[in-house]
T-cell receptor
Framework: EAQVTQNPRYLITVTGKKLTVTCSQN?????MSWYRQDPGLGLRQIYY???????DKGDVPEGYKVSRKEKRNFPLILESPSPNQTSLYFC??????????????FGPGTRLTVL | GIQVEQSPPDLILQEGANSTLRCNFS?????LQWFHQNPWGQLINLFY???GTKQNGRLSATTVATERYSLLYISSSQTTDSGVYFC??????????FGAGTTVTVRA
C-alpha cells in the first residue's frame, strides 16, 4: 500500500529535550516536506527536500533541522524544543514534476506537546 | 510571500445542499491543490488543478490562474463531507502556502 508514515503519532516532552519525528514514504517520491498546523493558521511549511541531500527552508524553519540521506526518509529534528513548538506536524511527499511539486500525499500527523 | 485567502471561514449545510468554496491568491503560482481534512485529522488530496476544471464524483474544482482564484464545488453534500477544506499554492518552486481553511459542517 502506497503511504507516508510518521512516528511517533503522539509525543509529550519537556523543554530542551532533543527529539526526532520520523517520516518515511514508499512511493519513490523525490519531494518531501514538513508542515505544522496551528489553529486558525492552516498549514505552514517548515522545511522541504527536492531530493537526497537537497533541502531548503520553508516559511517557519526556526528551531527545526532536517536531513535527507535516503530517498524514502525525511526526519524532523527539534534539538531544543520549546513550548511554542507545540503543534500538529505533518509530513508529505510527491513526485517532482519539471521543477515543481505534484499531488501531495500526507502522513497521519504527529501531535507534539512541549511542556 | 504570497497571501492565500479562503472564504467563507465556516459553512453549515443541510445534507443534500450544494456549496461553493473560494480560494484567492495574491500572485502567480505554479500549481494549486485542494485538500480535505476529515474530523480525525487525516489530509486527503482532492484536486491538483493549476488551471481549468476537474470533476471527481460530487466534487469539482475550477482554477482561473489569470484572475488568481480557485473554486471548489460540493454538490448534494453528505455528512462525510464534513471537515476542513484547504487550498495550497506553489508560489515558488517547491514552496507551498496554505490558506487558513473553510470548516464545513453537514447536518443530517
Amino acid at each position: 500500500e502506497a503511504q507516508v508514515t510518521q512516528n511517533p503519532r503522539y509525543l509529550i516532552t519537556v523543554t530542551g529535550k532533543k527529539l526526532t519525528v520520523t517520516c518515511s514514504q514508499n512511493m519513490n517520491h523525490e519531494y518531501m516536506s514538513w508542515y505544522r498546523q496551528d489553529p486558525g493558521l492552516g498549514l505552514r511549511q517548515i522545511y522541504y527536500s527536492m531530493n537526497v541531500e537537497v533541502t531548503d527552508k520553508g516559511d517557519v524553519p526556526e528551531g527545526y533541522k532536517v536531513s535527507r540521506k535516503e530517498k524514502r526518509n525525511f526526519p524532523l529534528i527539534l534539538e531544543s524544543p520549546s513550548p511554542n513548538q507545540t503543534s500538529l506536524y505533518f509530513c508529505a511527499s510527491s513526485l517532482s514534476r519539471g521543477g515543481s511539486t505534484d499531488t501531495q500525499y500526507f502522513g497521519p500527523g504527529t501531535r507534539l506537546t512541549v511542556l | 510571500g504570497i497571501q492565500v485567502e479562503q472564504s467563507p471561514p465556516d459553512l453549515i449545510l443541510q445534507e443534500g445542499a450544494n456549496s461553493t468554496l473560494r480560494c484567492n491568491f495574491s500572485d502567480s503560482v505554479n500549481n494549486l491543490q485542494w485538500f480535505h481534512q476529515n474530523p480525525w485529522g487525516q489530509l486527503i488530496n482532492l484536486f491538483y488543478i493549476p488551471s481549468g476544471t476537474k470533476q471527481n464524483g460530487r466534487l469539482s474544482a475550477t482554477t482561473v490562474a489569470t484572475e488568481r482564484y480557485s473554486l471548489l464545488y460540493i454538490s448534494s453534500s453528505q455528512t462525510t463531507d464534513s471537515g476542513v477544506y484547504f487550498c495550497a499554492v506553489e508560489w515558488l518552486p517547491y514552496k507551498l502556502s496554505f490558506g487558513a481553511g473553510t470548516t464545513v459542517t453537514v447536518r443530517a
